[in-house]
């Protein structure tokens, strides 16, 4: 029975219950008298109790909590983590699978077009060397012809000779005129000595004899392969209505065939090296002298140039993420940040030189730099807000990670390195640890030896690196396996950069023009 709405009269202390109630302890919800306040104080010391006068007691009862609503809230918790993490990473995770399905089709479908178009040239070479080996015996039956028929021209003049030699001798023989006789004269012994023997070489021809597993070794093989388990895995992702919304980008597919769309003519006289996007209008670039340019893509006209502040050549350049230029110089071993036309000295280093340089999508400034001493050295260093953050140096045998490169990182926080010295590139992962090593694709387009320069990624995780040698850029994904090269008359391809449209720029060497290429539908 309620006390509060019971019809007693008095009401006890429930400790002693002799008592009449004076205080009321709101957290216990216990009655008590005045000599029992002590004694419930002590009797649990883990509560804060709350002793009041009975009549200022709360009026609202505190009840236990319903566990109920407990069970619902945890499931409203597992129902928002379900619809909002869970399920868009399958969703990711999915389209990821089916992109690479696609790619998948499409690398076998190139694999047996190689296959074929191999199998075609070699019956013209064969073609070719039957016709050449059918000349050559031609050639050779001619020349021994030419050879047996002027011996037998020699032959039948002496045969001639020997029949009028005959002739002249019947006459003789049957004349009465001892005078003739005694004039004739007889020249039978040079026929007794008869001409060399010509005997002719005859050729041969030696098969080469054909067997399955030799002929499969000369005329190329198919390595065997079966899919493999990237040991980082995928990471969660998030909806639109989460923090965390843009990490998942929507599939996008190649192009069957990628398209020039526009071509930019830096005019440096000497040489452009690297190209970066300050947006889907402006681009900035770096050439053969002290000068950086800034361009406009659609008219491709100059709009600002920079000096560096050295007067010498920069190593290299990138946008910041607030859309500060930022540039390496070797000269001075300095990074530079550019704003409002106004350049700031931000790291300068000692025993090291800056090489290459990007900025993250985070902030961080990635920075490629070499050592002063021999033999070289070269590392990675991460700088937040232009502090040193990261080293990266040595894979986990204690072996240099790198010799020289240009630097980018890839959405899933890669660090991605284009290594020209060691003819690779280098990709670890946020923690630094070596994730894999690309060192391009057989065959290449010029058949040259794979020499990355630029580098950069887009939206989906892609790696582009500009093939040097073999003019074209080679497009592999996030786990280090080739996609396609992009070529479109491309001469000497040094730097790359990508809009937030996913659209490519290439900075040509030689010619000194940047080329717009999309690539992606």
């Not at 089709?105 to 070699?122: C, F, M, Q, R, V």
């Not at 790291?347 to 920075?367: A, E, F, H």
Request: glycine fraction near 4%; include cysteine.
């Amino acid at each position: 029975m309620d006390p509060r709405t019971s019809a007693q009269d008095v009401m006890r202390c429930d400790l002693c219950e002799t008592a009449v109630v004076q205080m009321h302890c709101d957290s216990c919800l216990v009655n008590l008298c005045k000599a029992c306040v002590g004694e419930h104080m002590v009797s649990d010391q883990s509560k804060k109790h709350e002793v009041v006068q009975f009549k200022l007691r709360k009026s609202t009862l505190l009840f236990p909590v319903c566990k109920i609503h407990d069970k619902k809230e945890d499931i409203i918790k597992e129902k928002n983590e379900l619809n909002e993490t869970i399920y868009p990473t399958y969703q990711y995770i999915a389209f990821d699978v089916q992109n690479r399905m696609s790619q998948l089709e499409k690398k076998y479908g190139d694999l047996s077009t190689a296959i074929t178009k191999h199998g075609e040239d070699w019956h013209r070479e064969i073609d070719e060397l039957v016709q050449k080996l059918k000349a050559e015996v031609e050639k050779m039956k001619n020349t021994q012809l030419q050879t047996l028929q002027k011996h037998l021209d020699e032959i039948n003049k002496i045969i001639s000779d020997i029949k009028d030699e005959i002739d002249s001798l019947d006459v003789a023989v049957k004349s009465n005129d001892m005078s003739k006789i005694f004039k004739s004269t007889f020249s039978v012994e040079r026929y007794r000595n008869l001409p060399q023997k010509v005997l002719p070489s005859l050729p041969t021809f030696t098969p080469c004899k054909i067997k399955g597993q030799h002929l499969s070794k000369i005329f190329g093989t198919v390595s065997s392969s079966s899919p493999t388990s990237d040991k980082y895995g995928y990471s969660m992702k998030t909806t639109k209505n989460s923090p965390e919304a843009g990490s998942s980008p929507p599939v996008k597919q190649l192009l069957d065939e990628p398209e020039a769309v526009t071509t930019i003519d830096t005019m440096y006289r000497y040489y452009l090296y690297n190209v970066s996007c300050l947006s889907n209008e402006e681009i900035w670039t770096r050439g053969g002298d002290s000068t950086m340019k800034l361009y406009s893509i659609n008219q491709g006209s100059l709009l600002k140039s920079i000096r560096t502040k050295s007067g010498y050549i920069p190593s290299d350049i990138a946008v910041t993420k607030s859309g500060d230029l930022v540039y390496t110089d070797i000269s001075d071993r300095t990074v530079n940040i550019v704003k409002n036309e106004k350049i700031e000295v931000v790291i300068r280093l000692q025993n090291w030189k800056p090489s290459g340089v990007c900025s993250t999508p985070s902030g961080d400034v990635l920075v490629i730099m070499y050592s002063d001493d021999y033999p070289y050295q070269t590392k990675v260093v991460r700088y937040s807000g232009f502090t040193e953050k990261q080293i990266i140096q040595f894979h986990d045998k204690g072996q240099p990670l790198y010799s020289s490169g240009t630097i980018a990182e890839n959405r899933n926080l890669d660090i991605c390195v284009s290594d020209w010295k060691a003819n690779t590139v280098v990709v670890v992962n946020q923690a630094g640890k070596l994730r894999f090593r690309y060192t391009g694709h057989t065959p290449g387009l010029k058949n040259e030896i794979f020499s990355p320069r630029g580098i950069t990624t887009n939206s989906q995780s892609h790696i582009l690196t500009a093939d040097h040698n073999n003019d074209c850029v080679h497009i592999i994904d996030q786990d280090g396996q080739f996609l396609r090269y992009i070529n479109c008359g491309l001469s000497r391809p040094w730097g790359l950069c990508i809009d937030t449209n996913d659209n490519l720029f290439v900075a040509q060497w030689k010619t000194t023009k940047v080329m717009k290429i999309t690539f992606l539908q």
